[in-house]
């Protein structure tokens, strides 16, 4: 690994590799080194000679790699939530917490550990998603009513579920809801919703489960086909 010093007190560093090559080959690498590979008649002050000529080159391709990984930092940060892509934003400060409101989510911390920046991203995402349970399960609930069924006292609980996006337990008034549907539309989440609480009035996927299903939330085979695809 060499550094040459350029007249306008630039540098170039550069890491030469000698191989039986017919052509000198140079590479401008992400981390700001130019790789050189050369056959041993190649000198080194040739070799020098050709950076320094094509110093811009080089220099303005270590801008677009820097740039291009600044971007895809950014796109990395983007969050997903009822179906759109937030964009987070990480600010200094003590308060250690993320909020997350109709245009970004913003984590304040004073940690640069990207581990910690992401738990307290996803703790954001599901306070938020908490809040639109809530919403959901009485909207439903209100549906069933007018449906002429009394559904019984239900704990909703939300879990990071592998194989099902939701589950009852009608015996127990007890309805499960996966975590990862947050990044669902509105509509596609009520489904979920609807299908679970149809299991306090059939307990399997019959016919008049479905029937039923469908009298409470029309559009719940569009919003499953969307789930299946996940």
């Given amino acids: 690994m060499k550094t040459i010093r350029l007249p306008d007190g630039r540098e170039i560093t550069y890491e030469l590799t000698r191989k039986r090559v017919k052509n000198v080959n140079f590479r401008a690498k992400e981390n700001g080194i130019v790789a050189v590979s050369a056959n041993s008649r190649v000198s080194v002050r040739q070799i020098e000679d050709f ?19 600044s971007e895809n930092n950014e ?11 937030f964009p987070v ?3 200094e400060n003590s308060r250690e917490i993320g909020v997350l409101d109709e245009n970004e989510l913003r984590v304040f911390t004073k940690s640069t550990d990207e ?14 998603f908490a809040v639109l349970c809530r919403e959901l399960d009485a909207e439903v609930r209100a549906r069933l009513l007018e449906k002429g069924f009394t559904p019984p006292p239900t704990r909703i609980s939300i879990k990071d579920m592998k194989s099902r996006w939701g589950s009852c337990s009608y015996t127990r008034g007890h309805i499960s809801i996966n975590s990862r549907l947050a990044a669902f ?29 469908l009298e409470l939330y029309p559009d719940y085979h569009k919003h499953n ?3 299946k695809q996940r």
């Avoid at 950076?51 to 790699?65: C, H, W």
């Avoid at 796109?75 to 892509?85: F, H």
């Fill in 115 to 128: 581990n910690y920046i992401a738990e307290l991203r996803e703790k954001a995402i599901l306070t938020r």
């Fill in 89 to 91: 934003r990480v600010i």
């Fill in 225 to 227: 086909k969307i789930l």
């Fill in 75 to 85: 796109n990395s940060r983007l969050v997903r939530y009822l179906g759109r892509d």
């Fill in 185 to 213: 539309p509105r509509e596609t989440i009520l489904s979920v919703f609807y299908h679970e609480y149809a299991h306090y009035r059939y307990h399997d996927h019959s016919q008049n489960f479905y029937k039923f299903l």
């Fill in 51 to 69: 950076l320094a000529e094509r110093a811009d080159f080089f220099f303005k391709a270590f801008e677009q790699m820097k740039k291009r990984a």
